[in-house]
């Protein structure tokens, strides 16, 4: 996984690339640390550039959902297509993260 992140207007942008997978645990959870260390009262995951996610990537955004509930973020994810999009549907994470 590699991540770029923007903040503008109060609202933190991660664009996250390549894959997520079981290898990027460390990562993502740095990823959440930076976003807790922002002072935006809202994240999104960009996923545009996502080719692919596995279990271990649902369980990562599971996370991130509990982590925005615990520490007052709100978290959401855009632009998820192809298999990625298709696994979140399955998932049914689609409906508590896709606006």
Do not use: Y
Request: hydrophobic fraction near 45%; aromatic fraction near 4%; charge should be negative.
């Amino acid at each position: 996984m590699r991540s770029q992140i923007n903040e503008l207007n109060g609202v933190l942008t991660a664009t996250l690339s390549d894959s997520l997978t079981f290898a990027d645990h460390g990562l993502f959870r740095k990823l959440l640390e930076d976003v807790q260390a922002s002072t935006c009262l809202q994240c999104v995951f960009n996923l545009s550039e996502l080719k692919l996610i596995d279990s271990s990537g649902l369980g990562m955004m599971m996370i991130a959902i509990e982590e925005s509930k615990k520490n007052g973020w709100k978290l959401s994810v855009a632009d998820a297509n192809g298999p990625v999009l298709q696994l979140l549907q399955l998932s049914r994470l689609d409906k508590l993260l896709m606006q």
